[in-house]
């Protein structure tokens, strides 16, 4: 997916250094410890570490780390045993947040969104349970926080598993709480763009033993199956989804200094939303008015009436921010060319007023 906005480490290059005498620092300990490549497996090291700090952030008691967010949406579904149930998401969004389900049999259903926030709108999730929904898959779109107390609220009413894609939302907050918090498990994802930058990787966390037990059994080596659930013959049938070593001691290394950054990156784009809001050239955006502090994975806006992009570079030019602009770099999933070829026959497809006016946004991003 093309990100709108620098990562953690392209914002702050000393990240690098700290990434690369972690690295440096690992093998130097292999020398002396040569078991020490063998203790990933068991989830050991940095990736226990890691797992710590990333539980520790949500306030839950449990952190998985995988190979990428895709995996860990898929293993999700295979823990929750949704394959070829019903569930509803957001018909906004990359299409990896539905793909594993998809390939489970499972059918989506698409609601509308919050026309300020790009999340799904708790109403239309209302509207489209039916006796056979299995479970809500929401989705931080653009790193904005979705209303987790309404979501949670339905999700609770109708039984239902309330799963968040929270990929590209790791240190957003809505109503002072990290964002999907409330989620029955967290996505998020450690590559490109994202707040944490470890190449590649993803990580599940929940306060859900018997779904962590299930995650480590369908994804861990046989050596964590047996340290953190007792089996005494290990799974060689699951799917091999936990994260490389190397992406743990980096993540690990960098975690409380990408956050520290992130920081500065909300300050910089909650003053751009307070200068598009002075200006009145665009709707209003409303994140300090709703309690919501993105992570601004991707900015965007409206146009209040027609565009006028010489006033607006001229008013962001006066208050001394170097933006270029551009088009969102997502559509509609049941837009979305392989999602037309493989699955618009068989999932029906409502229009979504919302979803579809997202395509008349505009991103900005920063040249500085």
């Not at 895709?70 to 969004?93: K, N, P, W």
């Amino acid at each position: 997916m093309p990100t709108c906005n620098q990562t953690a480490a392209d914002l702050n290059p000393d990240i690098h250094d700290l990434a690369i005498d972690a690295i440096s620092k690992y093998y130097d300990e292999l020398r002396d410890r040569p078991n020490l490549a063998r203790s990933h497996l068991a989830g050991m090291g940095a990736i226990a570490e890691l797992e710590a700090k990333i539980a520790r952030h949500y306030g839950k008691k449990y952190a998985l780390c995988l190979n990428n967010a895709t995996t860990a949406l898929m293993a999700i579904a295979l823990a929750l045993d949704l394959q070829g149930e019903t569930f509803i998401t957001t018909g906004y969004s990359y299409g990896g947040t539905v793909a594993g389900w998809l390939m489970l049999g499972n059918r989506p259903v698409f609601a509308d969104i919050d026309p300020h926030n790009l999340t799904l709108d708790p109403e239309a999730v209302r509207r489209a349970i039916t006796r056979s929904t299995k479970a809500i898959l929401s989705v931080d779109t653009f790193g904005n926080p979705a209303d987790m107390e309404a979501l949670r609220s339905i999700a609770d009413e109708f039984d239902l598993w309330l799963i968040s894609d929270a990929a590209q939302s790791l240190g957003a907050e809505r109503n002072g709480q990290p964002a999907s918090s409330l989620a029955d498990a967290i996505v998020i994802s450690m590559t490109a763009g994202k707040t944490l930058f470890a190449g590649e990787g993803g990580a599940i966390v929940t306060d859900d033993a018997a779904l962590y037990q299930k995650l480590i059994y369908l994804t861990q080596h046989p050596d964590r199956q047996r340290r953190d659930i007792s089996l005494l013959i290990g799974n060689q049938l699951g799917l091999n989804g936990r994260m490389h070593p190397l992406a743990a001691v980096v993540a690990n290394a960098t975690f409380e200094r990408s956050l520290s950054n992130l920081q500065e990156h909300q300050q910089f784009w909650l003053a751009i939303a307070d200068v598009l809001n002075q200006s009145g050239l665009t709707v209003p955006i409303l994140f300090r008015d709703r309690n919501i502090l993105p992570a601004f994975f991707c900015f965007s806006a409206v146009w209040r009436e027609q565009p006028k992009l010489q006033d607006l570079f001229g008013i962001l030019s006066e208050s001394g921010f170097n933006l270029s602009i551009g088009a969102p770099p997502i559509q509609p999933i049941y837009q979305q060319a392989a999602f037309v070829a493989k699955y618009a026959e068989f999932v029906p497809i409502d229009r979504l007023p919302n979803v579809e006016l997202a395509n008349d946004r505009f991103v900005l991003r920063s040249l500085s």
